[in-house]
């Protein structure tokens, strides 16, 4: 029998919040972006943050690198490079990221799922969740996943093209019964352009060799804590590419979720 | 002889830069926003940041008062209420407001104004100095001034209306040869609904006596400084009013500039 409505909810981790209201860890849970989606959109692939500066802003998010070489997924204080075969490596500090989002998370809810669930069900009962709907949430699944299917964007020559136009050669992947983590955000519908309204998810297995930026899939069983926050940073790269992009252009919501694969 | 289109530029004050660099100021050189305009689009008029919370963050900006009591200006690490009078006075730390944009003002550029200037004119040449036109710039103008029209929005009773029906019976207040300060921002397009996309500028005399946000104005002669920054920080109420505004609705570029006056 096919349960997707059914999600069971477990117990608030107000520890974990306890924990956050303390030692002034309040004033740094704010969600911390590099640059702006519609950047990306409209091809400025190159940024000027590193990845060791980032992970001072969050231990938990997802991204891109330059030159758009692979996925980036931050889980636990690490940063892995999705790469465009599907595998999974540790980022280096050094790195460089022209997009990427993170926070330190420490989640305020949680629920357990022992149902199978797919995507739109599972999102449908997370957005009734995220009564909040103007905040930024963050949301990690922890567990077995039936089947997902993921894309990883492959590193491009100068000059760059659109995302539109670079995610028609993406590779992308399915597995099926795995066990992993798919954590990303939520972002408003007014933050077109800053980010992908909705859900913007990527995924790393548990053994932390495969992963990608998810496109679609069906949960089996596991735990989904959430997060959110009312503090945004945007850090704008000061570079002539990201000056002179049409960022109006870059931020239609068709135009993102055909290149976010919603 | 009118010489509009004739401004003199001064040499950069570098000395400032120096010191926003030094002792780990860099990282706080940011754009510091309470909500969004969206919201106060849509009639959000109750925040919860106090005066005193948002002084933290910066010494010069602008915004507005809950239950939109008047408009706000910060010069020197004052803020000033604004009234539907037209008068200034120094704002309690307790205050509360629901949308204000501060930065620790450090100017890196400056120009000496010696000849007369329409807003049209002198809006055209800070954009052309305004090379990065998509990070976030910060104007100061201190000097005398031609002409200068401005209006100040009237405190609101629940339920609060949009501010398109609010500005409608806003007062108007008009000025010959005075002496002042016109200061605020000027937000790149994509910012919309965040800010006022293009310039947003208030007003208050030099005697600290009268005030509001500036619908129009030529400009006679003293000395503009010029900031910017790529660091934005944006501070969302948690208050159910907010959540449940539509905030893609408060966000259209035409009706932001009719209900600021542009």
């Not at 599972?122 to 299917?149: M, P, S």
Request: charged fraction near 25%; glycine fraction near 8%; proline fraction near 3%.
């Amino acid at each position: 029998m096919h349960q997707d409505h059914e999600l069971t909810f477990a117990t608030a981790v107000a520890s974990h919040r306890q924990a956050a209201l303390s030692n002034a860890e309040e004033t740094a849970h704010e969600y911390y972006q590099a640059s702006l989606l519609s950047a990306i959109m409209q091809g400025v692939y190159d940024g000027t943050l590193s990845i060791g500066e980032l992970l001072e802003h969050g231990d938990f998010g997802l991204g891109t690198f330059n030159a758009l070489d692979g996925e980036m997924i931050v889980l636990d204080g690490v940063a892995y490079r999705l790469d465009g075969e599907g595998k999974a490596n540790v980022a280096s500090d050094t790195d460089l990221t022209p997009y990427a989002a993170v926070i330190k998370f420490r989640p305020t809810d949680a629920l357990d799922l022992t149902n199978d669930v797919s995507k739109q069900a599972f999102e449908a009962q997370l957005d009734a969740r995220a009564a909040e709907r103007n905040l930024f949430y963050a949301v990690c699944f922890t567990g077995r996943i039936k089947h997902i299917k993921f894309r990883n964007v492959l590193r491009q020559d100068r000059p760059y093209k659109p995302l539109l136009e670079v995610v028609k050669s993406q590779a992308e992947f399915e597995l099926h019964d795995v066990d992993g983590i798919i954590l990303g955000f939520r972002c408003p519908d007014y933050a077109v352009g800053i980010g992908v309204p909705g859900y913007h998810l990527h995924f790393i297995s548990s053994d932390r060799k495969t992963g990608g930026h998810v496109l679609d899939y069906t949960l089996a069983s596991g735990r989904i804590e959430i997060d959110h926050t009312s503090s945004l940073h945007l850090e704008l790269p000061e570079t002539p590419a990201f000056s002179e992009a049409n960022l109006t252009a870059g931020a239609s919501e068709d135009s993102i979720q055909k290149a976010e694969g919603n």
